[in-house]
């Protein structure tokens, strides 16, 4: 393999100019994770009170101590509950992402209930489903920590609830599939979200503070005339001693997460892995000059080899048909010793870097070699000669193998991604495994500039045939179109609707990846006993 030389001068004008831009964007990336947090936060004296642990409290003392936890989707519906971004809330009212739990990797999903009692937020539904997407996947034990006011009804809408059934077919799908559903119910489990907690394999109930029941006391008073006290009626107790609903009667929070840890620790989920460890070098060049490699203007080139040579290890890239299609470039590289392929973009993709990118696509899937895509590209190649050399046969070859591959494939958003590049190159229309974007991502059926003058042309000759052109108007169409465009390709726009798994600091990428790498290499590896039904209770 050859190693990758730096071409990157990292005290030039460009380079400090693009890190000042995406340190920008972090920032705002982070002021607004941190507004979920602080509203959370907020409901502290609520929670000490009834003497309860806040969310993020109960899933560190979950974590294994020093552990990282994955985080996803934490720009979740931003701006979907309030236009103005500056007062929205986002996350879905859920914390998710993949944590190690007694030794175990998992998926873990935790009702943020210092927000609003925990009712769902807008694409707090859509989050969840995600993740336990990725935990059937990947098969990932799943642990929840329940803590809800269920569903919002003041916002309620009909096709909400009738998707909201794919929660619990999903962890029906999961316990036959083999994986164990963990839950500890810290709080109320109402209504349809009472099958949250029933359709788990083992549940932990907390004393004088879980509620699980169908109907409430006031909505049993309403549908039978009968009077029932909340404990009597869905009390950890109860169901503990009487229904059977619960396995463990926890005295705490506490108490139900020490619980939680020792069933993740005795069931033996690590037995059938494959744990083997590598010894690697790490990227010779430093991960803070991610910072300044991506122009802040997607319509600026830039060496993608250079993004490669600060996430491989020892900067070593053997890339796959060099001068061939090379605005394609793909090639295979190591992370923390194990094999990837890569496919990205110097430029838009033409005939040639299709059959290329197709052909080691291909290749990858063969040799079982996990692909990683990043994107980089305003689409394919447009005009009477690409037409004429078949670039929307190649490309929909292209498309056929992304679609078909048979081994994990991961995306990260590095710069632009438009028009069907983005399908070519793994956008989230076709399920890679993990989706990430970098704070400077744009997402789009093409540039705004495109979309505008491309309207203005349909508009002009619309007008010439009426008899006049009004040139007023047409620049204020093209003016309303850019603006349109730029504001939704913005990755605060398409995290917010989980058009990724989460905004990602450059400088982790690496660590991301070995993360995710590891994910799927175990969640491939791993033999679960399936069975034709889930578990069922006594």
């Not at 990797?105 to 935790?110: D, F, K, L």
């Not at 709080?187 to 932990?204: C, H, V």
């Not at 319509?299 to 080899?305: A, E, L, Q, S």
Request: proline residues 4%; neutral net charge; contains cysteine.
């Amino acid at each position: 393999m050859a190693q990758i030389e730096s071409s990157i001068f990292v005290t030039g004008e460009a380079f400090q100019s693009n890190r000042s831009g995406m340190l920008a964007l972090l920032e705002r990336v982070r002021a607004y994770e941190r507004k979920s947090v602080e509203k959370s936060e907020g409901s502290r004296g609520r929670f000490e009170k009834r003497k309860q642990l806040l969310p993020r409290e109960r899933l560190s003392l979950l974590l294994d101590p020093g552990t990282p936890f994955l985080e996803l989707s934490s720009l979740a519906g931003l701006g979907l509950d309030n236009p103005d971004l500056d007062k929205s809330v986002p996350g879905g009212g859920v914390i998710a992402g993949v944590g190690t739990v007694s030794g175990v990797r998992c998926m873990i999903n935790a009702s943020d209930s210092g927000i609003d009692a925990g009712a769902l937020q807008p694409m707090g539904l859509d989050k969840q489903l995600r993740v336990q997407e990725i935990s059937l996947e990947n098969k990932l034990p799943y642990i929840q920590l329940v803590e809800s006011a269920g569903a919002n009804l003041m916002a309620y809408r009909v096709e909400e609830f009738v998707r909201g059934g794919n929660l619990f077919r999903n962890l029906a799908r999961m316990s036959a599939a083999g994986l164990p559903v963990v839950t500890v119910t810290h709080g109320s489990s109402t209504a349809g979200g009472a099958y949250q907690t029933g359709l788990s394999d083992y549940i932990i109930m907390v004393r004088d503070r879980s509620r699980a029941f169908l109907a409430g006391p006031p909505l049993l008073k309403a549908a039978t005339g009968e009077d029932a006290t909340e404990e009597e009626l869905g009390g950890a107790v109860m169901h503990t001693t009487i229904s059977g609903l619960g396995d463990y009667l926890a005295e705490d929070d506490r108490d139900a997460i020490r619980i939680a840890r020792e069933v993740m620790s005795l069931i033996d989920w690590t037995r059938d892995t494959y744990t083997d460890l590598r010894s690697f070098k790490p990227p010779r060049y430093d991960a803070e000059e991610l910072l300044g490699i991506m122009p802040m203007d997607h319509k600026r080139p830039v060496n993608m080899k250079q993004i490669i040579a600060r996430i491989a290890d020892d900067s070593d890239f053997l890339e796959f048909g060099a001068s061939y299609g090379s605005a394609t470039v793909c090639g295979h590289i190591k992370i923390e010793g194990w094999p990837v392929g890569i496919v990205t973009n110097n430029g838009p993709i033409d005939t040639a870097g299709a059959n290329k990118a197709t052909h080691f696509i291909q290749a990858c899937c063969q040799s079982k070699t996990p692909i990683l895509y990043l994107n980089n590209t305003t689409g394919f190649m447009v005009g009477r000669a690409f037409e004429e050399a078949g670039i929307i046969k190649h490309g929909s070859k292209m498309i056929q193998a992304v679609t078909n591959a048979s081994v994990p494939q991961i995306t990260i958003f590095c710069g632009a991604s438009f028009g069907a590049g983005n399908y070519g190159m793994c956008g989230r229309g076709f399920h890679p495994r993990f989706c990430f974007s970098w704070p400077n991502a744009k997402t789009a059926v093409m540039g705004g500039e495109q979309a505008a003058k491309t309207m203005a042309i349909v508009t002009e000759a619309a007008m010439k045939r009426k008899g006049a052109v009004d040139h007023n108007a047409l620049e204020e169409l093209q003016e309303r179109i850019i603006d349109r465009f730029d504001r939704q390709m913005s990755v605060f726009v398409t995290s917010a609707h989980l058009l990724d798994d989460g905004v990602i600091d450059p400088r982790d990428t690496r660590a991301v990846l070995a993360k995710v790498l590891a994910v799927c290499r175990e969640g491939d590896a791993r033999e679960p006993q399936a069975m034709q039904f889930s578990v069922a209770r006594p």
